[in-house]
């Protein structure tokens, strides 16, 4: 892992985003995808199992049974006709997700796998193989493959359902925001660090929709500067992380959408912790981080995340 090798694999998004965006209008990853598909199955560990829940909980609200699970989870639903297993790894080589796919393989359930490497031990265990296009991420952190992940899962979930998209030009708006956080870092950048950089660590909350900003946010301050961070979904906030703010010198991002961001801003104000928004105004937080585009939910799915990961870049690096 190298802190000066990340940060030049996430100044690389917009590029690598964009000619993800050309390949999907000139090709259909899952056109092998077998017919009569009934529910899915995705496996995962990490920042993959991350955008697996997203996109599990996507499909279930436009009527497709999905789920899920950790790949270390002992058991899942059995392998069945009409089952879509989605294992993910971008290396293709988690210990945990060759494992569970071991009790698929052969089986009535199809096998389609997003790796980064196709020619992963994963990748040979597949029915179908979805790469991933991120390149090499040379600094050993998965970032670019993350956003690409939740960028084909999206097209994934277009080809189940039937939904009517151009998936291509939102991955350009989402290669256009990148690129605008980016470029305006100056502008944001020292601010944002400054008010994060506490005594007790930092804290990421975010809609159920977009948990996976949060989960993934905090897993990059764990695992470039090896800071404390912890993810929390924003109803969830009042029943579980609320009691932090008692004790600690809270300070969190939030990723503004739901219709519980008041309730939890109530007790940010009450108790005097400090919170940014990231994509949105919101009454009282310290600061706003605004990117173009940022008005469309799932443009911040695909982008939002890169100020946890700016902010992991540059502590690391002044370690």
């Not at 990148?178 to 020292?190: K, M, S």
């Not at 900003?213 to 764990?222: G, I, Y």
């Not at 706003?288 to 982008?303: E, F, G, K, M, S």
Request: aromatic residues 6%; glycine residues 8%; negative net charge.
């Amino acid at each position: 892992m190298n802190a000066e090798l990340y940060l030049s694999d996430l100044e690389s998004k917009p590029e690598a985003l964009t000619a993800l965006a050309g390949r999907l209008r000139s090709e259909d990853p899952f056109a092998g995808l077998p017919p009569g598909i009934g529910r899915v199955l995705f496996l995962g560990m990490g920042s993959s199992r991350y955008a697996a829940g997203v996109a599990a909980l996507r499909l279930r609200a436009a009527g497709v049974f999905a789920h899920a699970e950790y790949a270390s989870a002992a058991a899942s639903l059995p392998p069945a006709e009409g089952t879509l297993v989605v294992p993910i790894s971008a290396t293709g080589s988690s210990r945990e997700t060759l494992d569970a796919v071991a009790a698929y393989a052969g089986g009535a359930a199809r096998l389609a796998a997003f790796t980064n490497d196709p020619g992963s031990p994963l990748a040979a265990a597949a029915d179908l193989v979805i790469d991933l296009h991120a390149g090499e991420e040379r600094g050993g952190v998965a970032c670019r493959t993350f956003q690409h992940t939740l960028a084909l899962l999206l097209a994934l979930e277009a080809r189940l359902t039937g939904r009517d998209r151009d998936l291509p030009a939102l991955l350009e708006r989402a290669a256009a925001a990148t690129a605008d956080l980016l470029e305006r870092r100056d502008e944001w950048l020292p601010l944002t660090m400054e008010l994060l950089d506490g005594p007790h660590g930092v804290y990421t909350i975010a809609p159920a929709e977009r948990l996976s900003s949060a989960e993934q946010s905090a897993l990059m301050l764990r695992e470039g500067p090896r800071r404390q961070a912890d993810a929390c979904e924003s109803g969830d906030w009042s029943h579980v992380d609320v009691y932090l703010t008692k004790t600690l010198d809270y300070r969190a991002l939030l990723f503004p959408g739901s219709r519980y961001d008041g309730q939890a801003m109530d007790w940010v104000r009450e108790r005097g912790s400090t919170v940014i928004a990231v994509g949105g105004e919101v009454k009282d937080a310290a600061a706003a981080i605004r990117y173009a585009h940022d008005d469309d939910p799932d443009v911040a799915l695909l982008t939002e995340t890169l100020v946890a990961e700016l902010v992991a870049a540059y502590w690391w690096s002044a370690q």
